[in-house]
């Protein structure tokens, strides 16, 4: 018996026959109560050869936890069996079942994550959820755990990832120091910093800084060294900056000493010794440094050598603007000695506009846009013409931008000030100038209103934008698809979705090449769906598919279209063809989220017509595969507390639920739910009157009346039940409407 059975199924049978409180077997008929017979056994029914046992009766009644127990049993008892079968992928999906039935069975998540991550089973994203829970409840194993804990620390999860390595410490001890126990404590180091730690870095850079300097001591080789120390010393640079940012400065010019060895940069090293003097206000060493890097000419730091100065003359003058003049001095000269130094013109640039010198400021930019253009240069100018109100000037460089960045993306903060400076006018004058000044060259024709379109959309001027728009698509040179895509969005964004279909239509015609045609049938359908266009979106959908056939993006799109046009029978079964055709692929992130959704829908799908279980089974599939995932939390749990069942689990999930996102209502209205059909009304109330708080929805309002009722709090409910009655005249929902009028009534009737 494989060891996840043994021991497993007597503390599932002792849950269900706790000891004195049922018997092995039931009479099948009572007793004489006259002259009662315990000796005799009871008379066989039907068959007398007939050997299956009787079933066993609790003398109490089960409970919820007691049921929970036998039904993973019996889902282990089929995992079993399919494991033997070889179908191991349905037997992952057994596994995870009944974990989340018995949640306190270790064994069952030690099976379930290494059978994620087997080679034929190769579900690696499921492998890594399972394996973060089995972490919390105290996986051991010391591979598993460091391959969870990188995982963690690319998907943006230090804390996580830095609790395991902290765990594998322990485990590991100091017993046999290798490259390996040094890396991982090179890594708790990093995420320290990340975590804004600094000093408890110190604890773990401490010891790397002694294998850097002791290699034998660690078993680490000459070629096992220079892995430690990375590309050019990164991990002395690593430590050097903790040590920095914890006070450690003799330890951090020492690191940053070993970091120079392998390719000795001596500027570079004396900035870096500047860093640390500084810190420690060392001002006269941190000067000296630092001008040994600004001498030398060198760009590799980029503009930090400056800003450092600046900070260092701040603290040895005292005196902001005093600091400043120097600082203009100083790097004015520097400037007439290095005039190739692109780093330095573009903070002096920044430098001098930030002081009111705006025509040295462009006469900078200007000279470094010539030799190579960059959308910071482009920024630093608008900043510039708009501090000078020089119309001219600021409209050339927007339309020299969209040239290199059609959305103006790079220029989002300036445009927005274009818009709101001086209530608008700088942007009526922008335009009254681009009217008048037509360029002669037809893409800067398109260019220069393309500009004045993204501008007056931007200040929702739209009967403006789409003109310009139209303008810009009429002077182009050639129809140009890309920028009636952008447009497209633009419109879309700004929820004009007829608007935005034309555009797209656009789009198409202007496209010339067939692999770019199948995306924007597919934004086409998008706006016409938004629109409330179903045909027109299923047509432009299925456009899409045949231009590029079997494409998942394209296949999902249509059960939406049709759910999103309330087109809910044929959407269920589009929901499931989809799903019986691409639910197998696991090697698809995008794939595995567009069925996630799907499941969710088909579970609401179910719930409009009545069928409760399809909906519980749809949510029970997507907590098989993301265990955590608490939009399903939410939603099973709401539904079992609308059913008055599984109401313990349906506390732990929903609240949960809340602890993710507390601002969310509808959690907050579960929440309160459950804890009503629990008869906690007082707990009800409290969460239900902060989701009221949160949005005044119907179904929150009716809730809270329903807890304040049974406070005997009969005002109140009255007036919670009249104020959710208005909300759903508000959405014509005549079946709520019609169950609070009933509610109302009896209330009325009760009163008289």
């Known amino acids: 018996m494989p060891r996840i059975w043994a021991g497993f199924l007597v503390v599932a049978w002792s849950a269900v026959l706790p000891v004195?409180?049922?018997?092995?077997?039931?009479?099948?008929?009572?007793?004489?109560?006259?002259?009662?017979?315990?000796?005799?056994?009871?008379?066989?029914?039907?068959?007398?050869?007939?050997?299956?046992?009787?079933?066993?009766?609790?003398?109490?009644?089960?409970?919820?936890?007691?049921?929970?127990?036998?039904?993973?049993?019996?889902?282990?008892?089929?995992?079993?069996?399919l494991m033997q079968r070889g179908d191991l992928g349905n037997a992952l999906r057994r596994y995870q079942r009944a974990w989340r039935y018995h949640p306190t069975a270790v064994p069952i998540m030690e099976r379930i994550v290494p059978l994620a991550f087997q080679t034929s089973v190769n579900r690696q994203a499921e492998g890594y959820r399972y394996a973060v829970i089995a972490a919390d409840q105290g996986l051991s194993d010391p591979q598993l755990l460091t391959q969870l804990a990188v995982h963690l620390t690319r998907n943006n999860q230090p804390r996580r990832a830095l609790q395991l390595y902290e765990r594998l410490r322990k485990m590991q001890g100091t017993k046999s120091p290798s490259l390996r126990w040094v890396v991982q404590h090179v890594e708790m180091g990093r995420l320290c910093l990340i975590l804004k730690q600094p000093k408890r870095s110190i604890e773990y850079f401490d010891l790397v800084r002694k294998a850097i300097k002791s290699p034998k001591e660690y078993s680490?080789?000459?070629?096992?060294?220079?892995?430690?120390?990375?590309?050019?010393?990164?991990?002395?640079?690593?430590?050097?900056?903790?040590?920095?940012?914890?006070?450690?400065?003799?330890?951090?010019?020492?690191?940053?000493?070993?970091?120079?060895?392998?390719?000795?940069?001596?500027?570079?090293?004396?900035?870096?010794r500047a860093r640390v003097e500084a810190v420690r206000e060392n001002i006269p060493e941190a000067l000296a440094q630092l001008q040994q890097y600004l001498e030398s000419g060198q760009t590799v730091a980029g503009t930090s050598p400056y800003e450092l100065l600046r900070r260092v003359l701040l603290v040895q003058t005292g005196d902001e603007q005093q600091a400043v003049a120097r600082l203009q001095t100083h790097l004015a000269e520097l400037h007439k000695a290095q005039v190739d130094n692109r780093p330095l013109r573009s903070y002096l640039a920044e430098l001098w506009r930030s002081q009111g010198r705006l025509q040295e400021a462009e006469t900078l930019l200007q000279m470094l846009r010539k030799q190579k253009?960059?959308?910071?240069?482009?920024?630093?100018?608008?900043?510039?013409?708009?501090?000078?109100?020089?119309?001219?000037?600021?409209?050339?460089?927007?339309?020299?931008?969209?040239?290199?960045?059609?959305?103006?993306?790079?220029?989002?903060?300036?445009?927005?000030?274009?818009?709101?400076q001086d209530e608008g006018r700088i942007l009526d004058r922008l335009l009254r100038h681009a009217t008048e000044n037509t360029p002669p060259d037809a893409k800067l024709a398109m260019r220069a209103a393309h500009v004045m379109a993204i501008l007056?959309?931007?200040?929702?001027?739209?009967?403006?934008?789409?003109?310009?728009?139209?303008?810009?698509?009429?002077?182009?040179?050639?129809?140009?698809?890309?920028?009636?895509?952008?447009?497209?969005?633009?419109?879309?964004?700004?929820?004009?979705?007829?608007?935005?279909?034309?555009?797209?239509?656009?789009?198409?015609?202007?496209?010339?090449?067939?692999?770019?045609?199948?995306?924007?049938?597919?934004?086409?359908?998008?706006?016409?769906?938004?629109?409330?266009?179903?045909?027109?979106?299923?047509?432009?959908?299925?456009?899409?598919?045949?231009?590029?056939?079997?494409?998942?993006?394209?296949?999902?799109?249509?059960?939406?279209?049709?759910?999103?046009?309330?087109?809910?029978?044929?959407?269920?079964?589009?929901?499931?063809?989809?799903?019986?055709?691409?639910?197998?692929?696991?090697?698809?992130?995008?794939?595995?989220?567009?069925?996630?959704?799907?499941?969710?829908?088909?579970?609401?799908?179910?719930?409009?017509?009545?069928?409760?279980?399809?909906?519980?089974?749809?949510?029970?599939?997507?907590?098989?595969?993301?265990?955590?995932?608490?939009g399903a939390f939410n939603d099973l749990g709401y539904l079992w507390a609308d059913q008055n069942k599984h109401l313990a689990r349906s506390l732990v999930m929903v609240q949960q639920a809340v602890a993710a996102e507390p601002e969310n209502a509808a959690y907050r209205d579960s929440l309160g739910w459950v804890y009503y059909r629990l008869g906690q009304f007082q707990q009800a109330v409290v969460e239900l009157e902060k989701a009221v708080a949160q949005t005044a929805d119907g179904v929150i309002l009716d809730h809270l009346g329903d807890a304040y009722l049974k406070l005997q709090q009969r005002a109140k409910a009255q007036a919670t039940w009249k104020r959710a009655l208005a909300v759903f005249k508000t959405e014509n929902n005549l079946q709520q409407i019609q169950s609070v009028q009933t509610k109302l009534r009896q209330f009325r009737t009760t009163d008289s």
């Open 20 to 81: 004195g409180k049922q018997s092995a077997a039931a009479p099948t008929s009572p007793p004489d109560a006259a002259s009662p017979r315990t000796d005799l056994p009871p008379e066989p029914v039907g068959d007398r050869f007939d050997d299956r046992p009787l079933p066993l009766v609790s003398r109490q009644p089960r409970t919820e936890r007691d049921a929970d127990v036998i039904h993973a049993t019996a889902l282990l008892a089929h995992a079993r069996m």
């Open 220 to 272: 680490i080789s000459a070629p096992q060294l220079k892995r430690l120390l990375g590309a050019k010393n990164a991990t002395c640079l690593l430590l050097a900056n903790g040590y920095l940012q914890s006070g450690q400065f003799d330890a951090a010019l020492e690191m940053f000493a070993k970091a120079d060895e392998g390719q000795p940069n001596p500027a570079l090293l004396a900035f870096r």
């Open 373 to 420: 253009p960059e959308a910071n240069l482009n920024r630093g100018l608008v900043r510039i013409y708009l501090q000078q109100e020089a119309v001219p000037s600021l409209y050339h460089i927007l339309v020299e931008t969209v040239a290199q960045d059609p959305q103006l993306a790079s220029l989002n903060t300036q445009l927005a000030q274009i818009v709101k």
């Open 456 to 630: 007056t959309a931007l200040a929702q001027r739209f009967p403006e934008a789409d003109k310009w728009f139209e303008t810009a698509r009429r002077v182009a040179p050639a129809p140009n698809p890309q920028l009636c895509r952008n447009w497209g969005r633009r419109m879309y964004q700004a929820k004009r979705f007829p608007q935005a279909a034309n555009a797209f239509r656009a789009a198409l015609q202007a496209q010339t090449i067939p692999d770019n045609q199948p995306l924007l049938y597919l934004l086409l359908a998008d706006a016409l769906v938004s629109d409330q266009q179903v045909e027109p979106a299923l047509q432009a959908v299925r456009k899409s598919i045949e231009l590029k056939p079997d494409q998942f993006v394209a296949e999902s799109q249509i059960p939406w279209v049709l759910y999103r046009g309330k087109r809910y029978a044929d959407a269920k079964r589009q929901y499931l063809i989809f799903l019986d055709k691409f639910d197998s692929r696991f090697d698809n992130d995008q794939i595995r989220r567009i069925c996630r959704q799907a499941r969710f829908i088909l579970s609401t799908l179910a719930l409009r017509e009545g069928d409760f279980h399809s909906a519980e089974r749809w949510l029970e599939e997507v907590l098989d595969e993301f265990p955590e995932d608490i």
